[in-house]
């Protein structure tokens, strides 16, 4: 390493998973995350034409809206 230079070690990956990106509304992701175990679900937001990420934290839901 050069000196001066400090080492950024990257958190490690405990776990990967898959997931199909299917066409849904906000309100059937919402009852698709109460279905899987994961506490997440990737969608395309038929609403919005855009991907979106809605999972549940501390037993609250997050909703990510995306733009390209």
Do not use: C, H
């Not at 906000?26 to 997440?40: C, M, Q």
């Amino acid at each position: 390493a050069r000196p001066g230079r400090e080492r950024v070690r990257m958190p490690r990956i405990l776990r990967a998973t898959r997931q199909t990106i299917q066409p849904m509304s906000v309100a059937d992701a919402t009852r698709a995350i109460e279905g899987n175990g994961d506490g997440l679900v990737i969608f395309r937001d038929v609403e919005r034409d855009s991907v979106s990420v809605l999972y549940r934290r501390n037993g609250e839901l997050t909703l990510v809206e995306t733009e390209a």
